[in-house]
Structure formats: C-alpha cells, structure tokens
C-alpha cells in the first residue's frame, strides 16, 4: 500500500487540462492532416475530391451489333498464351456499351468503363476509332 502512495505521487501534471482538450485532435482531423484532400466518408465525392477519379479501364473492340437503341455491343479480342501448347489462343468478351455517336456494325471503337446503367451495361462507346468500310 505504501508502494501505491508512492507512485501516485510521483505522478506530476505537465500540461493544464485545457491545454490538453486543445491539443487532443479526433481521428478525423488527424486524417485530414495526413491527406487533406481525401474526405473522411468513403464515397463521399464532396468537397476537395469532387471531380477527381481514377483512370478507368478502357478497352478497343469491334461493334457486334446494334439493333438496340443506344446500345451497341461491342466484341473485344485478347490473345493468351495456351498453358499446355504454348500457342496464341483467341479470346472474345462481348460487352454492352451505351452509344451517342451512332456507331454501326464493323465500326471499331474505343469503350470507357462507367457506372451500371442497366442490368447488362456498365461502358459507354467514348469514340469510333475506325469506320467500317461499306
């Protein structure tokens, strides 16, 4: 018990507890000291990262159809090494893209990764690279 008298009174207050309240700072305004660009909410596009994204994927393909309206379908090709041969083997992914440039089959076109905008539809055609030939 003695011990414990002891300790407690070498315990000494450097600072006022005012100055300590002021000096105490929430992990929010710590974070915002480290990066004071990036808001505390994810996905929070207020504020300073407003307009600020990443680099979205994009991908080159060939329009497989359009007999939608404002969508086209747009078939990309990627070659892989085969595991086993050790050849070049053809892969195609077909993807839904929105169109306000009037793109038609044949045409090749650039496609911009963006939000869903229907079950099926998450690219947007950006531009049409090549024209097809009629």
Same mark, same amino acid.
């Given at each position: 018990?003695?011990?414990?008298?002891?300790?407690?009174?070498?315990?000494?207050?450097?600072? $006022?507890?005012?100055?300590?309240?002021?000096?105490?700072?929430?992990?929010?305004?710590?974070?915002? #000291?480290?990066?004071?660009?990036?808001?505390?909410? $994810?996905?929070?596009?207020?504020?300073?990262?407003?307009?600020?994204?990443?680099?979205?994927?994009?991908?080159?393909?060939?329009?497989?159809?359009?007999?939608?309206?404002?969508?086209?379908?747009?078939?990309? #090709?990627?070659?892989?090494?085969? $595991?086993?041969?050790?050849?070049?083997?053809?892969?195609?992914?077909?993807?839904?893209?929105?169109?306000?440039?009037?793109?038609?089959?044949? #045409?090749?076109?650039?496609?911009?990764?963006?939000? $869903?905008?229907?079950?099926?539809?998450?690219?947007?055609?950006?531009?049409?690279?090549?024209?097809?030939?009629?």
């Amino acid at each position: 018990m003695a011990e414990e008298e002891n300790n407690q009174q070498d315990v000494t207050a450097t600072m $006022p507890d005012s100055d300590v309240a002021k000096a105490t700072t929430s992990g929010e305004m710590l974070a915002h #000291d480290v990066a004071p660009n990036v808001d505390a909410q $994810p996905g929070n596009a207020s504020g300073t990262e407003a307009g600020k994204r990443g680099s979205r994927a994009q991908k080159v393909g060939i329009v497989a159809s359009d007999k939608m309206e404002k969508t086209v379908v747009v078939r990309v #090709d990627r070659l892989i090494k085969h $595991p086993k041969y050790r050849r070049y083997v053809r892969r195609t992914s077909k993807f839904m893209a929105h169109d306000e440039t009037g793109a038609t089959i044949g #045409d090749k076109v650039r496609i911009i990764e963006t939000r $869903p905008l229907s079950a099926r539809k998450r690219w947007r055609v950006a531009e049409i690279v090549q024209k097809a030939e009629k």
